[in-house]
């Protein structure tokens, strides 16, 4: 039997009649359905746990190379010490609040706070079994993590030697007794509870040492020189205390960690200098609540206690004990390693098959052949958004750029805005300090981008701007033309080769006027009644969509053939939910591609029956967004940045542009269809919240993700093919005319 919400794998025969769930009681539907019935509605943390609970699963799965199942555990590691921070931190905010507001599925911040440790407890659990397992299968192939006592002596004092040269510099024991108050410990870092005693003496003291991992200077995972076996850091410090205490008896040295809360909201956003508040909100959450203390097994109960104490904590709610490696997410290191067969087949993103082969100025290419739609990471970013941006910053027709930043990675982005600058072009970016976990990095961008001239503004008061958007003016010929990047997902290099994300090139007149009245919001006050084209929240974007839902009603309850297909990160959202809910009942077929969080319950009778939500977990993690209404044969696709979330519909700045060209909807299409037929990688949704794995046929079948790959480099291919050719017959018929001239 497994453990509730946790993934299930099933076959053509394994017995069904019994599928463990979220939540176990499932509504019952009358001829009138209430669609505020509590019931129909998922909880939004405990569906985002079993997201979790399926990219864990990818680290037990055989089928995924061994290297990366270490990847998968180390990233299911590091999104719980988020969840921590942002979700159990947010409601524990709220109890102390004494906030008692039911959530649409009808429970209190209490107990939500209780049905998420319930389900945490379950997948510490299952993340203790898959560590075990995947050390022992590595340790058969020689790349072993172990402790010291397990080295032989020259290791050992080779380790040593490098302990006393390059870690204990940086070490610094602070006591804790009367003279010396208990330290501040710094959120998710390691630290050690050190008890020792003089030699000869009865009376105990304690000492806390923080291990100083650092991704520069001293990783977490050590390597012995010439082999693939690696220690702690933290076993290290504990095997040389002797270094820290000359002369002391140590008794015992236990570790722990602890997460505080990443919700830390200033009481009010005063107009005049946003940074400076962002920079106070960012050393207030140095020193926010703390929501979790983690132990090692077997913590005297003493020690424990006081820590729990010390810290403000509720020993019996608020302290997890680790049987293994604390901070699993340091396995990022061990799965980093250079070995070919234990990882995924490499990936090179490919140039777009409308601009490899075209070394022209960009602009020209999209008046021409666009629009163009950028399909990340099977098409580089490099070679068709960082190219776009540097071509707008060198070409001496363009005469403005504009840009939204939500995260970035700085590099090439920064240098071609900066160079546009330079160049003498109007630059305006907006960057959003309020990023989370990126405060302080946008803080650095910004304040780069204005020590170069660049005009820098912080956005909407009171809302993120989490579009995004690049907005170029270009004198073309004797008129101005605005070109657009209209993307997905973030302007960072780096997630762009991992996260999987949509963009579109062009210069659509009427596509253009939207976003420049939309830039003019970001940087000016009123916001535009209504758009041309574009979908754009606050404002207009989630009454758009549910618009769009009724009329997808009315539209099948006349003519029939009713469909929507959504694809998305979450769908949160309680207004989308039961317009959906109507639109099933009503007879609209739906189908939901949602990552993670999903409220909506699909397969219940007489309500739901019709819908599918599928989920896909692969080697790139899903960020694209998609809307499709077939609109009774005017169909209507969008991409864009938000989720069917309430936070992203009505207190953030928001774009999905519409697709319009024949042949980039038929690469919408594809997708979609790609991804709904997935039988290696996707899990489908049931009725009472589990999921269910689908399991292929054939064992050499491949997942959405890597059909897609496959798809790209076959349109690369054919893209290269077919301007051979057209060389070939320019070149056949230069010198055929070249005969018939002579002749």
């Known amino acids: 039997m497994n453990d509730i919400n946790s993934p299930v794998v099933l076959d053509d025969q394994t017995d069904i009649d019994k599928v463990d769930t979220i939540d176990t ?28 609970q399926r990219v864990l699963h990818e680290a037990a799965d055989a089928r995924t190379p061994l290297l990366e199942r270490v990847k998968f555990l180390a990233i299911v590691s590091n999104n719980l010490d988020e969840f921590f921070m942002k ?36 997948i510490q659990a299952e993340q203790e079994r898959i560590y075990a397992e995947l050390m022992q299968e590595l340790e058969a192939l020689d790349i072993r993590l ?16 490098h302990f006393q040269t390059n870690i204990f510099p940086m070490l610094t024991p602070l006591a804790m007794d009367p003279a010396h108050p208990f330290p501040f410990i710094s959120n998710l870092a390691l630290n050690l509870l050190v008890t020792l005693r003089y030699p000869g003496g009865g009376e105990t003291y304690m000492a806390r040492v923080k291990v100083p991992v650092s991704k520069d200077v001293s990783k977490r995972l050590i390597q012995i020189d010439g082999t693939h076996t690696f220690v702690m850091l933290d076993d ?8 820290l205490f000359p002369g002391m008896e140590i008794e015992s040295c236990e570790l722990f960690r602890v997460t505080r809360n990443a919700v830390v909201e200033p009481e009010a956003e005063p107009a005049n200098d946003l940074l400076a508040l962002i920079e106070t909100e960012l050393r207030e959450r140095h020193f926010a609540p703390i929501v979790r203390l983690e132990v090692q097994a077997g913590m005297d109960p003493v020690h424990r206690g006081m820590l729990a104490a010390e810290l403000g904590l509720k020993e019996d709610e608020d302290v997890d004990e680790i049987d293994g490696m604390m901070a699993k997410r340091d396995l990022f290191e061990l799965a980093g390693l250079d070995f070919p067969d234990l990882h995924d087949q490499p990936h090179r993103p490919g140039d777009h098959p409308l ?110 701007t989490h579009c995004k958007l690049i907005f170029v003016v270009r004198r073309d010929y004797a008129q101005l033309r605005r070109y657009y990047h209209v993307g997905t997902g973030n302007y960072h290099g780096g997630t762009a080769k991992l996260y999987t994300d949509l963009g579109m090139l062009g210069c659509d007149e009427e596509l253009g006027a939207d976003l420049t009245e939309l830039f003019n919001y970001l940087t000016g006050y009123s916001p535009p009644p209504s758009y041309r084209k574009i979908l754009a929240a606050p404002y207009t ?32 959202d309680a207004d989308i939910t039961r317009m959906l809910y109507k639109a099933s009942r009503a007879g609209v077929k739906l189908d939901l591609i949602v990552r993670d969080t999903c409220r909506f319950r699909p397969g219940i009778p007489g309500l739901s029956e019709n819908v599918r939500v599928v989920s896909i977990v692969g080697r790139f993690l899903e960020h694209a967004r998609i809307l499709y209404f077939k609109n009774g044969g005017e169909e209507e696709y969008y991409i864009g940045s938000a989720d069917m979330m309430g936070r992203n519909l009505e207190s953030r700045v928001e774009v999905h542009a519409p697709v319009e060209n024949p042949e980039l909807r038929q690469e919408l299409r594809l997708l979609l269809d790609v991804q709904l037929a997935d039988q290696r990688s996707a899990w489908d949704m049931q009725s009472d919240g589990s999921y269910v794995q689908r ?49």
């Open 146 to 161: 172990i402790t010291l006592d397990n080295l032989p002596k020259h290791d050992r004092e080779r380790l040593r030697e």
């Open 236 to 243: 290290l410090i504990v095997n040389n205390l002797d270094m």
């Open 695 to 743: 399991v292929p046929k054939e064992e050499s079948a491949k997942g959405a993700q890597e059909t897609l790959i496959g798809v790209a480099e076959k349109r690369l291919s054919a893209a290269a093919k077919h301007k051979e050719k057209t060389l070939r017959y320019r070149l056949l018929s230069h010198f055929e005319h070249r005969l018939a001239s002579k002749s």
């Open 25 to 52: 009681e499932l509504p019952v539907v009358t001829t009138e359905p209430d669609l505020d019935d509590p019931s129909l509605y998922m909880n939004r943390e405990l569906t985002w746990l079993a997201f979790n």
């Open 355 to 464: 601009l490899g082969n075209d070394r022209r100025n960009i602009f020209h290419i999209i008046r021409e052949k666009g629009p163009l739609l950028l399909q990340h990471p099977y098409e580089s970013f490099s070679t068709t958004v960082e190219r776009f941006l540097a071509s707008a910053a060198k070409d001496p027709k363009v005469l403005a750029i504009k840009m939204t930043l939500y995260r970035t990675s700085g590099g090439a982005i920064l240098d071609a805005l900066i160079k546009a600058a330079k160049n003498g072009k109007q630059v305006a970016v907006m960057v959003e300090l309020k990023a989370r976990f990126d405060e302080a990095a946008n803080i650095g961008w910004a304040r780069r981008l204005e020590a170069e001239g660049i005009h820098v503004t912080y956005g909407v008061l009171g809302l993120k």
């Open 541 to 572: 974007l989630k009454r758009g969509i549910l618009e769009k839902i009724e009329r997808e009603i009315a539209l099948h309850q006349r003519d029939g053939g009713g469909l929507i297909q959504m694809k998305m990160n979450a769908l949160e």
């Open 87 to 122: 979700r159990i931190g947010g409601l524990k905010q709220q109890i102390a609040a004494g906030v008692h507001t039911l959530t649409v599925d009808g429970r209190t911040p209490s107990q939500q706070v209780t049905e998420c440790r319930a389900v945490l407890a379950e």
